[in-house]
């Protein structure tokens, strides 16, 4: 088992649409969990960081955590063409404060 | 404030030789870390500093080193490369402690021939 996964995708959603991205991991004593976009060709960018169950937003972006779940999600609402992207799940280790273990990533198609 | 510096931004390099990459942190940042993304493998993570010491190492061999100096700034070593090698190395910084946010650099493309 893959200590954090994510659907590869691609995922496709028309402009204006909320798209749902989601991630699981394996270390349930992980405290620190991030979501990272990453264009093409370009490094990991940090969207959203969020420590504590329930839902965290930040503008069009709304993350959510169920530790009991060990599950991770990212929505994006009003889904615009530039949010087309890679999007990384990353967990902090618990037992590592420095490393961050990502997911393989779930590339967001949006159609205008 | 400045974010995370890193120097080169490309490289090409021939199997045997070494390499070695820069990275200025973020003012403030005491912690340091380096990772390496390629198409198969997706980000891996290879090592941390904190205050010039390691604190962290991922799984891969001893030809990849690091080092971190007094005013946080990090170096990373590749030495006898590979074409395996291939990829873009992200640095990565943070203040340091427990569940601090991980802020990336532009990485360095390296191509080995």
Known sequence: QKEVEQNSGPLSVPEGAIASL?????????????????YSGKSPELIMSIYSNGDKEDGRFTAQLNKASQYVSLLIRDSQPSDSATY?????????????IFGQGTTLQVKP | KAGVTQT??????????QVT??????????SVSWYQ???????????????????????????????????SRSEMNVSTLEL??????????????????????????????
Do not use: M
Request: charged share 15%; aromatic share 14%; with cysteine.
């Open chain 1, 22 to 38: 989601n991630c699981t991991y394996s270390d349930r004593g992980s405290q620190s969990f991030f979501w990272y976009r990453q």
């Open chain 2, 37 to 71: 993304q390629t198409p198969g493998q997706g980000l891996q993570f290879l090592f941390e500093y904190f205050s010039e010491t390691q604190r962290n190492k991922g799984n891969f061999p001893g030809r990849f080193s690091g080092r971190q100096f007094s005013n």
């Open chain 2, 84 to 113: 395996g090698d291939s990829a873009l190395y992200l640095c990565a910084s943070s203040p340091g402690g427990p569940g601090n946010t991980i802020y990336f650099g532009e990485g360095s493309w390296l191509t080995v021939v």
């Open chain 1, 88 to 100: 990384l799940c990353a967990v902090i280790s618990s037992s590592n404060t420095g490393k961050l």
């Open chain 2, 8 to 17: 080169p931004r490309y490289l090409i390099k021939t199997r045997g030789q």
């Open chain 2, 21 to 30: 990459l820069s990275c200025s942190p973020i003012s403030g940042h005491r």
